[in-house]
């Protein structure tokens, strides 16, 4: 059988919930064009060690298990490309007669890109380029949202939800460390299944609202005295108002760096620091914090439905888009203006130029600055993107 | 609306994921029998501090709500009460003229329902005291398994579904500590997802197989080796030959607590220095511990349907056994004696005293000692209580 046309399709950085969605909708439209299938095992890591494999004979019914399959179906990879690294690419994808390069990942992915399809361009070789977005961060520049988001938001308001009741029973401080190094809308996120007034999670703290240890401590106080109870949602990201990652302050004070202890490299360091600074300082004893982990991307069985029709679509469209506009570029979501209005996504095309290297922030009206919550705008914005497949939950007490 | 009797209900000890299906059972059951239904408030406690709710007129439509709803709808307590608080909440169940007590609880609430019982009977006042199992952990005796288990293993078995493929996706070595004193029950759990022979997790340490930390790093090393990527469940609970917890020893390992530093209260210890480990005497870079939390117990929208219904059939049964054996008991779930036949849950009466105070822990023939992995009885006595609502999984890599 003669292909048309060499397409190479690559995975890279941390996996989403529906990141395969998006591989099998880019599969599935190019098969239509006749194309040969190749796949990049552990992202740009397979391109440049020679790990490749033909992705032409996997089956509809393979193709539909892989689909829900959680993590990245080809591999993934944390190498962040030098000039170099990148020239190396761009041999490979000429030696082996690329002509579209797919890759679906986050901001880095899109930088990579833009220097790779510079390179083709320069040497009049044809190639195209092609962003497929994902990230569980939110964080693209011109992007309603971006794709694995959902799922990812999903999981932390199921947790949270079920947190609020747990605590409610069990009445103490619960705090959950959210992913999320420079944008706060997955930390955000766990407000999503709140149901009345009371319910947790009462505080909130976003990267973009710089943190102030004093003023945690007494809005934990306010928010226990007024409940009996306080359920807060702290970002990994949190920092001070001069840009100062707040982890990063933890592990230089002197009272818990004196010897170098090991510990300090930990993951929970966050979590268990702010619980230890409620319980001596507020002098309350039920503290407890977790360091949400991995779950947050790759649960099983917490993917939205919504994210994954997006997903899946988004690869569509970058085959579609392909055709058309025969330069490289980053597929999106459109940004909505009006959050009330009936949600659907609408596929657009950005220019890689536009989107590498640029990192989005929740917008100001997304969050309640003072009351460290989440505003009705946010609540608007990010329901929709989580499905609806939710029961019902009330408690007596 | 004159009543017939007084019921009293309460919640106690660590909440589960369906908890409230054996509260909503009772209610249901007992409506039916003309009984004027109360709440304790925060189980034991809400009884000597004089709070209680009338149940009577908790709608249909909200015990549906409630019965969905992670939590002790109640309220539960960690009030472990000695003899002189027994006393006084058999003094309050006797002024409230109560003539059945129904407690729902692990191992402790079963022991103090026992010791209430005597005063009853040394007193001859009428009096039952029904215990209504739940726990998470599963090491109730007597009992094939306890509800509230069922959800928490469908929970720790879909992290580490979706665990297994991130960390294919991205190779490194993942340790989940999994909640579980005493029993490692929940810990071999994380197994149930899995698919194929390479697929995480690869090691299961429990509390029942003697834990020795070179005999872990070789483990983890040997996996590692053979896939490129090691995926370990470890219960919080393991320990020596000696039975001395694991993360005791941490503590007092001079290492790693010369200034009584605050980081070895905190809640991620045993996963972070099990982490650190292996990147310092393995020289495995990609290393990654979460200490799953709370979450095991009251994740919204991941109870077991197995789970639910029995918990709620449990409580249906304990208020009929309670009008047949006018006596005091705890409810239970027969014991299978042959894991492969179709799996039907089988209401039985156990007593108190066989109940109370004692431990069930995993049976020998339930793990592999050697390769640290359980063994096909175990994934025949738990695959059916974790439902089936389950998608098919796969990679391509």
């Known amino acids: 059988m003669a292909y048309k046309n060499n397409i190479l399709i690559a995975q890279g950085g941390g996996p989403t919930n529906v990141i395969n969605q998006s591989l099998a909708g880019i599969m599935i439209n190019e098969k239509k064009n006749n194309s040969n299938l190749i796949g990049s095992i552990h992202g740009v890591n397979g391109i440049v060690n020679n790990k490749f494999k033909f992705l032409n004979n996997v089956s509809q ?81 011109l992007n309603d949202h971006t794709p694995g988001f959902g799922s990812a938001a999903k999981y932390v308001a199921q947790l949270f939800s079920g947190i609020n009741y747990d605590v409610k029973s069990l009445p103490g401080v619960y705090i959950g460390i959210v992913m999320g190094r420079h944008a706060g809308f997955l930390t955000a ?84 620091f702010l619980a230890n600074q409620i319980k001596s300082k507020l002098n309350i004893s039920r503290v407890r914090a977790d360091t949400l982990g991995y779950s947050q991307r790759c649960f099983h069985g917490s993917a939205s439905e919504v994210d994954q029709s997006e997903a899946f679509k988004i690869g569509l469209n970058a085959v579609n888009f392909s055709l058309k506009y025969k330069n490289s570029f980053s597929v999106g ?54 499905g609806n497949k939710f029961l019902e939950t009330m408690s007596i007490i």
Chains 1, 2 share one sequence.
């Open 61 to 141: 019914e393979d193709l539909k298990v892989i689909r829900n399959t959680p993590g990245a179906a080809l591999g993934s990879t944390r190498d962040k490309p030098d000039k170099t690294y990148l020239l190396e690419i761009y041999n490979v994808l000429k030696k082996k007669n690329i002509s579209k390069f797919y890759y679906i990942g986050g901001n880095d992915s899109s930088d990579s890109l833009k220097i790779i399809s510079n390179f083709a361009k320069a040497k009049k070789y044809n190639l195209q380029c092609i962003h497929v977005p994902k990230t569980i961060d939110n964080d693209l520049v």
């Open 189 to 272: 996120s766990t407000s999503l299944l709140r149901n009345k007034k009371k319910d947790g999670p009462h505080l909130i703290f976003i990267p973009e609202n710089p943190f102030e240890l004093n003023s945690f401590l007494q809005n934990v106080k306010k928010i226990f005295l007024k409940y009996g109870r306080c359920v807060v949602a702290v970002s990994e990201g949190i920092q001070d108002k001069k840009k100062k990652l707040f982890v990063e302050k933890i592990k230089n004070t002197n009272e818990f760096d004196a010897h170098g202890n090991i510990q300090l490299s930990g993951s929970g360091i966050l979590g268990d």
């Open 333 to 386: 979501i459109k940004e909505r203006k009006n959050f009330r209005k009936k949600y659907k996504a609408q596929y657009i095309l950005n220019s890689l130029d536009a989107i590498a290297g640029k990192t989005k922030v929740m917008p100001r009206n997304f969050f309640d600055k003072k009351n460290f919550d989440v505003t009705k705008e946010f609540l608007d914005y990010c329901k929709p993107l989580i």
